[in-house]
Protein backbone atom coordinates (compact mmCIF):
# COMPACT_ATOMS: atom_id res chain seq x y z
CA UNK A 1 0.00 0.00 0.00
CA UNK A 2 1.19 3.47 -0.76
CA UNK A 3 1.23 6.66 1.26
CA UNK A 4 -1.49 9.59 0.47
CA UNK A 5 -1.12 13.52 1.00
CA UNK A 6 -1.81 12.90 4.91
CA UNK A 7 1.83 11.39 4.84
CA UNK A 8 3.07 13.26 2.15
CA UNK A 9 2.12 16.70 3.57
CA UNK A 10 5.41 18.66 4.70
CA UNK A 11 6.98 21.62 3.74
CA UNK A 12 9.94 20.05 2.19
CA UNK A 13 7.82 17.03 0.52
CA UNK A 14 5.93 20.68 -1.41
CA UNK A 15 9.33 21.82 -2.35
CA UNK A 16 10.04 18.54 -3.58
CA UNK A 17 6.72 18.83 -5.77
CA UNK A 18 7.14 22.18 -7.10
CA UNK A 19 11.11 21.75 -8.18
CA UNK A 20 10.00 18.65 -9.90
CA UNK A 21 6.46 19.95 -12.07
CA UNK A 22 8.04 22.93 -12.69
CA UNK A 23 11.10 21.61 -14.45
CA UNK A 24 8.75 19.19 -16.29
CA UNK A 25 6.98 22.47 -17.07
CA UNK A 26 10.21 24.01 -18.49
CA UNK A 27 11.14 21.02 -20.13
CA UNK A 28 8.33 21.05 -22.28
CA UNK A 29 7.95 24.73 -23.00
CA UNK A 30 12.17 25.09 -24.38
CA UNK A 31 11.47 23.01 -27.65
CA UNK A 32 8.81 25.92 -28.32
CA UNK A 33 11.32 28.74 -26.88
CA UNK A 34 14.31 27.38 -29.44
CA UNK A 35 11.94 27.31 -32.02
CA UNK A 36 10.48 30.17 -31.66
CA UNK A 37 13.79 32.05 -31.48
CA UNK A 38 14.83 30.20 -34.42
CA UNK A 39 12.90 32.23 -36.59
CA UNK A 40 14.56 35.21 -36.41
CA UNK A 41 16.84 33.14 -38.96
CA UNK A 42 13.90 33.71 -41.29
CA UNK A 43 14.49 37.43 -40.69
CA UNK A 44 13.58 39.38 -38.46
CA UNK A 45 10.21 40.54 -39.30
CA UNK A 46 8.94 36.99 -38.67
CA UNK A 47 10.65 37.19 -34.96
CA UNK A 48 8.28 40.60 -35.18
CA UNK A 49 5.47 38.92 -35.84
CA UNK A 50 5.31 36.19 -33.47
CA UNK A 51 6.37 38.89 -30.61
CA UNK A 52 2.90 40.89 -31.38
CA UNK A 53 1.34 37.62 -30.56
CA UNK A 54 2.90 38.00 -27.03
CA UNK A 55 1.18 41.10 -26.69
CA UNK A 56 -1.88 39.45 -25.82
CA UNK A 57 -3.18 39.63 -22.16
CA UNK A 58 -3.09 36.01 -21.75
CA UNK A 59 0.21 35.38 -23.33
CA UNK A 60 1.68 37.57 -21.36
CA UNK A 61 -0.07 36.07 -18.03
CA UNK A 62 1.62 32.72 -19.18
CA UNK A 63 4.68 34.07 -19.52
CA UNK A 64 4.90 35.64 -16.15
CA UNK A 65 3.94 31.73 -15.19
CA UNK A 66 6.94 30.58 -16.86
CA UNK A 67 9.27 33.08 -14.99
CA UNK A 68 7.82 32.33 -12.11
CA UNK A 69 8.04 28.62 -13.07
CA UNK A 70 11.61 29.23 -14.06
CA UNK A 71 13.06 31.13 -10.52
CA UNK A 72 10.95 28.75 -8.25
CA UNK A 73 13.18 25.86 -10.42
CA UNK A 74 16.26 28.13 -9.65
CA UNK A 75 16.15 28.78 -5.97
CA UNK A 76 14.49 25.34 -5.72
CA UNK A 77 17.85 23.95 -7.48
CA UNK A 78 19.82 26.36 -5.69
CA UNK A 79 18.48 24.73 -2.02
CA UNK A 80 19.23 21.20 -3.17
CA UNK A 81 22.30 21.67 -4.25
CA UNK A 82 23.35 22.96 -0.82
CA UNK A 83 21.15 20.19 0.69
CA UNK A 84 23.45 17.53 -1.45
CA UNK A 85 26.64 18.95 -1.19
CA UNK A 86 27.19 20.64 2.03
CA UNK A 87 27.86 18.43 4.73
CA UNK A 88 25.06 18.91 7.38
CA UNK A 89 25.20 16.48 10.08
CA UNK A 90 23.59 18.38 12.37
CA UNK A 91 20.03 19.38 13.09
CA UNK A 92 19.66 21.33 10.04
CA UNK A 93 17.56 24.35 11.20
CA UNK A 94 18.75 26.79 8.07
CA UNK A 95 16.22 24.31 5.96
CA UNK A 96 13.41 25.79 6.59
CA UNK A 97 14.82 29.27 6.71
CA UNK A 98 15.80 28.29 3.03
CA UNK A 99 12.41 27.31 2.06
CA UNK A 100 11.02 30.86 3.20
CA UNK A 101 13.86 32.38 1.15
CA UNK A 102 13.13 30.00 -2.34
CA UNK A 103 9.78 31.18 -2.20
CA UNK A 104 10.64 34.81 -1.63
CA UNK A 105 13.30 34.98 -4.81
CA UNK A 106 10.75 33.39 -7.06
CA UNK A 107 7.71 35.37 -5.92
CA UNK A 108 10.40 38.58 -6.05
CA UNK A 109 11.16 37.81 -9.73
CA UNK A 110 7.61 37.01 -10.83
CA UNK A 111 6.37 40.03 -9.77
CA UNK A 112 9.20 42.28 -10.94
CA UNK A 113 8.79 40.55 -14.52
CA UNK A 114 4.85 41.32 -13.81
CA UNK A 115 5.36 44.89 -12.78
CA UNK A 116 7.68 45.64 -16.45
CA UNK A 117 5.26 43.35 -18.61
CA UNK A 118 1.76 44.85 -17.33
CA UNK B 1 23.18 0.53 -16.18
CA UNK B 2 25.98 -0.02 -14.39
CA UNK B 3 26.17 2.20 -11.24
CA UNK B 4 29.47 3.89 -12.08
CA UNK B 5 27.46 5.39 -15.30
CA UNK B 6 24.21 6.28 -12.97
CA UNK B 7 26.96 7.99 -10.73
CA UNK B 8 28.46 9.82 -13.04
CA UNK B 9 24.90 10.87 -14.98
CA UNK B 10 24.55 12.40 -11.13
CA UNK B 11 27.02 13.97 -10.90
CA UNK B 12 27.04 15.66 -15.17
CA UNK B 13 23.02 16.42 -14.01
CA UNK B 14 24.11 18.66 -10.64
CA UNK B 15 27.39 19.98 -12.55
CA UNK B 16 24.91 21.38 -14.85
CA UNK B 17 22.63 22.54 -12.86
CA UNK B 18 25.42 25.13 -11.33
CA UNK B 19 26.31 25.82 -14.68
CA UNK B 20 22.41 26.53 -15.37
CA UNK B 21 22.22 28.61 -11.75
CA UNK B 22 24.49 31.24 -13.43
CA UNK B 23 23.21 31.54 -16.58
CA UNK B 24 19.39 31.49 -15.38
CA UNK B 25 19.99 34.33 -12.99
CA UNK B 26 21.69 36.58 -15.69
CA UNK B 27 18.56 35.53 -18.42
CA UNK B 28 15.80 36.49 -15.57
CA UNK B 29 17.90 40.02 -14.61
CA UNK B 30 18.02 40.36 -18.43
CA UNK B 31 14.28 39.31 -19.57
CA UNK B 32 13.46 41.92 -16.72
CA UNK B 33 15.29 44.67 -17.98
CA UNK B 34 14.09 43.69 -21.56
CA UNK B 35 10.82 44.01 -21.38
CA UNK B 36 10.56 47.41 -19.59
CA UNK B 37 9.99 48.85 -23.16
CA UNK B 38 8.26 46.06 -24.39
CA UNK B 39 9.68 43.31 -26.26
CA UNK B 40 10.17 43.67 -29.88
CA UNK B 41 12.60 41.72 -32.92
CA UNK B 42 14.74 45.13 -33.28
CA UNK B 43 15.02 45.32 -29.64
CA UNK B 44 16.33 41.98 -29.32
CA UNK B 45 18.20 41.57 -31.93
CA UNK B 46 19.99 44.50 -32.05
CA UNK B 47 21.25 43.88 -28.66
CA UNK B 48 22.76 40.35 -29.50
CA UNK B 49 23.66 40.77 -33.26
CA UNK B 50 27.24 40.18 -33.57
CA UNK B 51 28.21 40.37 -29.82
CA UNK B 52 30.23 37.48 -28.97
CA UNK B 53 30.14 37.79 -25.40
CA UNK B 54 26.31 37.33 -25.60
CA UNK B 55 26.59 34.01 -27.84
CA UNK B 56 29.21 32.46 -25.88
CA UNK B 57 27.06 32.67 -22.50
CA UNK B 58 23.84 31.58 -24.62
CA UNK B 59 25.70 28.36 -26.20
CA UNK B 60 26.95 27.34 -22.96
CA UNK B 61 23.43 28.08 -21.29
CA UNK B 62 21.93 25.59 -24.24
CA UNK B 63 24.66 22.85 -23.40
CA UNK B 64 23.91 22.50 -19.73
CA UNK B 65 20.05 22.58 -20.26
CA UNK B 66 20.41 20.04 -23.02
CA UNK B 67 22.76 17.95 -20.45
CA UNK B 68 20.14 18.77 -17.53
CA UNK B 69 17.22 18.31 -18.89
CA UNK B 70 16.87 15.18 -20.22
CA UNK B 71 18.28 13.29 -17.16
CA UNK B 72 15.72 15.34 -15.13
CA UNK B 73 13.32 13.83 -17.24
CA UNK B 74 14.25 10.25 -16.97
CA UNK B 75 14.09 10.08 -13.55
CA UNK B 76 10.60 11.71 -13.46
CA UNK B 77 9.38 9.04 -16.17
CA UNK B 78 10.90 5.99 -14.67
CA UNK B 79 9.42 7.12 -11.35
CA UNK B 80 5.99 7.88 -12.37
CA UNK B 81 5.47 6.82 -15.70
CA UNK B 82 7.43 3.12 -15.70
CA UNK B 83 9.48 4.26 -19.02
CA UNK B 84 12.63 2.14 -17.77
CA UNK B 85 14.82 0.34 -20.51
CA UNK B 86 17.74 0.97 -22.93
CA UNK B 87 15.63 2.10 -25.69
CA UNK B 88 13.76 4.78 -23.33
CA UNK B 89 17.31 6.35 -22.17
CA UNK B 90 18.15 6.26 -26.13
CA UNK B 91 15.15 8.54 -26.62
CA UNK B 92 16.22 10.67 -23.82
CA UNK B 93 19.77 11.20 -25.38
CA UNK B 94 17.63 12.36 -28.47
CA UNK B 95 15.82 14.60 -26.39
CA UNK B 96 19.00 16.10 -25.23
CA UNK B 97 20.27 16.28 -28.47
CA UNK B 98 17.51 17.61 -29.95
CA UNK B 99 17.36 20.51 -27.53
CA UNK B 100 21.23 20.85 -28.01
CA UNK B 101 20.48 21.47 -31.96
CA UNK B 102 17.93 23.52 -31.37
CA UNK B 103 19.00 25.51 -29.04
CA UNK B 104 21.87 26.41 -30.53
CA UNK B 105 20.39 26.98 -33.72
CA UNK B 106 18.60 29.75 -32.11
CA UNK B 107 21.22 30.98 -30.47
CA UNK B 108 22.91 31.47 -34.29
CA UNK B 109 19.55 33.18 -35.03
CA UNK B 110 19.90 36.19 -32.89
CA UNK B 111 23.80 36.49 -32.89
CA UNK B 112 24.21 36.10 -36.74
CA UNK C 1 -16.88 7.95 30.00
CA UNK C 2 -15.19 9.29 27.13
CA UNK C 3 -14.42 6.73 24.03
CA UNK C 4 -12.10 7.07 21.73
CA UNK C 5 -13.27 5.69 18.07
CA UNK C 6 -10.50 3.55 16.54
CA UNK C 7 -10.60 1.93 13.15
CA UNK C 8 -8.00 -0.28 12.72
CA UNK C 9 -6.86 -2.48 9.77
CA UNK C 10 -7.76 -6.45 9.63
CA UNK C 11 -6.86 -9.04 6.89
CA UNK C 12 -4.15 -8.85 4.13
CA UNK C 13 -3.07 -6.88 1.18
CA UNK C 14 -6.58 -6.80 0.96
CA UNK C 15 -8.55 -6.10 4.38
CA UNK C 16 -10.46 -3.15 5.45
CA UNK C 17 -11.28 -0.95 8.49
CA UNK C 18 -12.98 -2.40 11.27
CA UNK C 19 -13.77 0.23 14.32
CA UNK C 20 -13.33 -0.13 17.59
CA UNK C 21 -14.49 2.03 20.59
CA UNK C 22 -11.93 2.33 23.11
CA UNK C 23 -11.86 4.31 26.72
CA UNK C 24 -9.85 7.08 26.76
CA UNK C 25 -7.34 7.54 29.34
CA UNK C 26 -4.38 10.21 30.60
CA UNK C 27 -1.06 9.61 28.96
CA UNK C 28 -2.54 6.92 26.62
CA UNK C 29 -0.11 5.70 23.88
CA UNK C 30 -1.09 4.39 20.61
CA UNK C 31 0.33 1.38 21.62
CA UNK C 32 -1.79 1.28 24.38
CA UNK C 33 -5.07 1.77 22.28
CA UNK C 34 -3.94 -1.63 20.21
CA UNK C 35 -3.32 -3.48 23.03
CA UNK C 36 -6.73 -2.66 24.74
CA UNK C 37 -7.94 -4.09 21.64
CA UNK C 38 -6.44 -7.28 21.29
CA UNK C 39 -6.67 -7.74 24.86
CA UNK C 40 -10.35 -6.85 25.39
CA UNK C 41 -12.40 -6.84 22.12
CA UNK C 42 -10.54 -8.43 19.48
CA UNK C 43 -8.41 -11.32 20.48
CA UNK C 44 -7.40 -12.24 16.96
CA UNK C 45 -5.70 -9.01 16.25
CA UNK C 46 -1.99 -9.53 14.97
CA UNK C 47 0.35 -6.40 16.11
CA UNK C 48 3.90 -6.48 16.82
CA UNK C 49 5.81 -4.67 19.72
CA UNK C 50 8.60 -5.59 22.23
CA UNK C 51 9.94 -2.87 24.19
CA UNK C 52 7.51 -0.62 24.46
CA UNK C 53 10.14 2.54 24.89
CA UNK C 54 11.52 2.86 21.62
CA UNK C 55 14.38 0.95 21.64
CA UNK C 56 13.70 -2.28 19.33
CA UNK C 57 11.98 -0.52 16.41
CA UNK C 58 9.44 -3.20 16.15
CA UNK C 59 5.91 -1.60 16.59
CA UNK C 60 5.93 1.27 13.80
CA UNK C 61 2.34 1.77 12.35
CA UNK C 62 0.67 4.03 10.11
CA UNK C 63 -1.41 6.30 12.38
CA UNK C 64 -3.78 8.57 11.07
CA UNK C 65 -2.02 8.38 7.97
CA UNK C 66 1.35 9.24 9.19
CA UNK C 67 3.81 6.40 9.83
CA UNK C 68 4.86 6.75 13.70
CA UNK C 69 6.78 4.46 16.89
CA UNK C 70 3.50 3.77 18.35
CA UNK C 71 5.18 2.79 21.63
CA UNK C 72 6.10 6.67 22.35
CA UNK C 73 3.38 8.28 20.34
CA UNK C 74 0.58 9.93 22.95
CA UNK C 75 -3.04 10.01 21.37
CA UNK C 76 -3.53 13.10 22.79
CA UNK C 77 -0.56 13.79 20.19
CA UNK C 78 -2.21 12.76 17.01
CA UNK C 79 -6.28 11.52 17.39
CA UNK C 80 -8.65 14.07 14.96
CA UNK C 81 -11.50 14.48 16.74
CA UNK C 82 -11.62 11.35 19.25
CA UNK C 83 -10.65 9.48 16.07
CA UNK C 84 -7.96 7.31 15.35
CA UNK C 85 -6.78 5.04 12.20
CA UNK C 86 -4.31 2.33 12.57
CA UNK C 87 -2.90 0.64 9.54
CA UNK C 88 0.56 -1.30 8.67
CA UNK C 89 3.61 0.42 7.46
CA UNK C 90 3.03 0.94 4.04
CA UNK C 91 5.69 0.52 0.89
CA UNK C 92 5.97 -2.76 2.72
CA UNK C 93 3.36 -5.90 2.20
CA UNK C 94 1.29 -6.89 4.91
CA UNK C 95 1.08 -10.18 6.48
CA UNK C 96 -2.07 -9.88 8.96
CA UNK C 97 -4.00 -6.49 10.74
CA UNK C 98 -1.15 -4.40 11.91
CA UNK C 99 2.09 -6.61 10.91
CA UNK C 100 4.03 -5.82 7.95
CA UNK C 101 6.30 -8.12 5.96
CA UNK C 102 9.68 -6.68 6.57
CA UNK C 103 11.72 -8.99 5.35
CA UNK C 104 12.32 -6.55 2.00
CA UNK C 105 13.09 -3.39 4.25
CA UNK C 106 16.02 -5.78 5.65
CA UNK C 107 17.01 -7.68 3.01
CA UNK C 108 17.57 -4.42 1.62
CA UNK C 109 20.02 -3.45 4.43
CA UNK C 110 21.95 -6.75 3.37
CA UNK C 111 22.21 -5.50 0.12
CA UNK C 112 23.90 -1.83 1.07
CA UNK C 113 26.18 -4.29 3.14
CA UNK C 114 25.04 -3.00 6.36
CA UNK C 115 27.01 -5.13 8.36
CA UNK C 116 30.60 -4.35 9.92
CA UNK C 117 33.40 -6.00 8.53
CA UNK C 118 36.05 -6.78 11.42
CA UNK C 119 39.48 -6.19 10.29
CA UNK C 120 41.38 -7.21 13.77
CA UNK C 121 41.51 -9.98 15.83
CA UNK C 122 40.31 -10.15 19.34
CA UNK C 123 44.34 -10.29 20.16
CA UNK C 124 44.72 -6.83 18.14
CA UNK C 125 44.55 -3.74 20.64
CA UNK C 126 41.76 -1.62 20.90
CA UNK C 127 41.00 0.49 18.48
CA UNK C 128 41.72 4.29 19.51
CA UNK C 129 39.15 6.21 17.38
CA UNK C 130 38.93 10.06 18.23
CA UNK C 131 35.36 11.33 18.29
CA UNK C 132 36.37 14.35 17.64
CA UNK C 133 37.33 13.23 13.60
CA UNK C 134 34.86 14.12 11.02
CA UNK C 135 34.87 10.90 9.87
CA UNK C 136 33.25 9.77 13.18
CA UNK C 137 31.39 12.78 13.46
CA UNK C 138 29.53 12.14 10.42
CA UNK C 139 29.16 8.05 11.86
CA UNK C 140 28.01 9.53 15.22
CA UNK C 141 25.07 11.99 14.12
CA UNK C 142 23.33 8.76 12.20
CA UNK C 143 23.76 5.82 14.31
CA UNK C 144 20.95 6.02 16.75
CA UNK C 145 18.87 4.00 14.12
CA UNK C 146 16.53 1.50 15.55
CA UNK C 147 15.48 0.10 12.45
CA UNK C 148 12.13 0.90 12.32
CA UNK C 149 10.94 1.25 9.20
CA UNK C 150 9.45 4.58 9.53
CA UNK C 151 11.51 6.27 7.13
CA UNK C 152 11.29 3.29 4.54
CA UNK C 153 7.34 3.42 4.76
CA UNK C 154 7.51 7.36 4.43
CA UNK C 155 9.91 7.20 1.38
CA UNK C 156 8.17 7.75 -2.12
CA UNK C 157 10.89 7.12 -3.65
CA UNK C 158 10.61 3.59 -2.06
CA UNK C 159 6.92 4.19 -3.81
CA UNK C 160 8.02 4.27 -7.05
CA UNK C 161 11.02 2.60 -7.55
CA UNK C 162 10.52 -0.58 -5.77
CA UNK C 163 14.46 -1.56 -6.31
CA UNK C 164 15.72 1.56 -4.09
CA UNK C 165 17.42 0.50 -1.08
CA UNK C 166 15.76 3.47 1.13
CA UNK C 167 16.95 5.41 3.69
CA UNK C 168 17.61 3.25 6.72
CA UNK C 169 19.89 0.72 4.99
CA UNK C 170 21.62 4.07 3.05
CA UNK C 171 22.03 5.51 6.43
CA UNK C 172 23.22 2.59 7.82
CA UNK C 173 25.96 2.13 4.93
CA UNK C 174 27.12 5.69 5.87
CA UNK C 175 27.86 4.90 9.38
CA UNK C 176 30.10 2.05 8.34
CA UNK C 177 31.55 3.93 5.28
CA UNK C 178 33.01 6.52 8.06
CA UNK C 179 33.95 3.95 10.43
CA UNK C 180 37.71 3.57 9.42
CA UNK C 181 38.18 0.23 11.13
CA UNK C 182 35.65 -1.19 8.62
CA UNK C 183 37.38 -3.30 5.95
CA UNK C 184 34.96 -3.23 3.19
CA UNK C 185 34.51 0.68 2.62
CA UNK C 186 35.44 0.16 -1.19
CA UNK C 187 33.06 -2.43 -1.82
CA UNK C 188 30.37 -0.92 -0.21
CA UNK C 189 30.20 2.17 -1.84
CA UNK C 190 30.10 0.01 -5.03
CA UNK C 191 27.43 -1.68 -3.28
CA UNK C 192 25.16 1.79 -2.66
CA UNK C 193 25.66 3.26 -5.90
CA UNK C 194 23.24 4.23 -8.63
CA UNK C 195 19.48 4.84 -9.05
CA UNK C 196 18.54 1.87 -6.74
CA UNK C 197 21.19 3.15 -4.36
CA UNK C 198 22.27 6.88 -3.38
CA UNK C 199 21.86 8.45 -6.39
CA UNK C 200 17.80 7.63 -6.56
CA UNK C 201 17.10 9.60 -3.63
CA UNK C 202 15.55 13.07 -4.15
CA UNK C 203 16.00 14.84 -1.39
CA UNK C 204 11.98 15.03 -0.18
CA UNK C 205 13.37 14.77 3.94
CA UNK C 206 10.63 12.58 4.44
CA UNK C 207 12.81 10.26 5.66
CA UNK C 208 14.34 12.87 8.79
CA UNK C 209 10.53 14.60 8.96
CA UNK C 210 9.37 11.36 10.02
CA UNK C 211 11.85 9.27 11.84
CA UNK C 212 10.91 8.75 15.62
CA UNK C 213 15.02 9.36 16.59
CA UNK C 214 15.55 12.32 14.66
CA UNK C 215 18.07 11.17 12.09
CA UNK C 216 18.64 12.42 8.72
CA UNK C 217 18.99 9.89 6.20
CA UNK C 218 18.88 12.93 3.22
CA UNK C 219 22.42 13.98 5.05
CA UNK C 220 24.00 10.90 4.93
CA UNK C 221 22.60 9.89 1.01
CA UNK C 222 24.04 13.25 0.14
CA UNK C 223 27.12 11.82 1.73
CA UNK C 224 27.52 8.68 0.06
CA UNK C 225 26.43 10.99 -3.42
CA UNK C 226 29.14 12.33 -2.99
CA UNK C 227 31.58 9.49 -2.45
CA UNK C 228 30.44 7.69 -4.96
CA UNK C 229 30.68 9.94 -7.63
CA UNK C 230 33.74 10.90 -6.55
CA UNK C 231 35.03 7.43 -6.93
CA UNK C 232 33.08 7.13 -10.05
CA UNK C 233 35.49 10.09 -11.42
CA UNK C 234 38.29 7.89 -10.30
CA UNK C 235 37.43 5.04 -12.09
CA UNK C 236 37.61 3.43 -8.52
CA UNK C 237 33.68 2.47 -8.99
S1 LIG D 1 15.09 12.21 1.06
FE1 LIG D 1 15.68 10.38 -0.08
S2 LIG D 1 15.52 8.71 1.37
FE2 LIG D 1 14.46 10.45 2.28
S3 LIG D 1 12.31 10.21 1.73
FE3 LIG D 1 13.25 11.39 0.09
S4 LIG D 1 14.01 9.95 -1.45
FE4 LIG D 1 13.52 8.82 0.42
S1 LIG E 1 16.46 6.02 10.28
FE1 LIG E 1 14.93 6.56 11.80
S2 LIG E 1 12.98 6.07 10.84
FE2 LIG E 1 14.55 5.03 9.67
S3 LIG E 1 14.64 2.97 10.53
FE3 LIG E 1 16.20 4.20 11.58
S4 LIG E 1 15.19 5.03 13.37
FE4 LIG E 1 13.57 4.26 12.03
S1 LIG F 1 7.90 -1.35 21.11
FE1 LIG F 1 10.03 -1.17 20.89
S2 LIG F 1 10.22 0.74 19.83
FE2 LIG F 1 8.07 0.63 20.21
Redesign the pocket.
Known amino acids: MRNDLRSRNHRCFWAFLVHRVSGVALSVFLPLHFWVLGQALEGAGRLESFLRWTDHPLVKLSEIGLVLLLAAHLSGGLRLLLLEFRPWPAAPRWQQGALALTAGVSAAFGLLFALNVL | MSARREALLWLAQRASAMLLAACVLLHLATMVYAVRSGLSAAAILGRTGGNLAWAAAYATFVLAVAVHAPLGLRSVCTEWFGWRGRAWDAAFLGFGLLLALAGWRAVWGVFQ | MDLLRVKIWRGGESGGFATYDVPRQGDQTVLDVVTYIQRQLEPSLAYRFACRVGMCGSCAMTVNGVARWTCRTHVAKVEIDGGLEIAPLRNLPVIKDLVADMREFFGKWKKARGHFVATATRRDEFARISPETPQRKAADAAIECIGCGV?YA?????SWNPEYL??AA?NRAWTLFNDVRDGARAERLQDVAGDAGCQG????????ERCPKRLQ??AA?AGLKRATALAAMRGKL
Open positions: CSCDTVGPLCHTHLSCGPTI
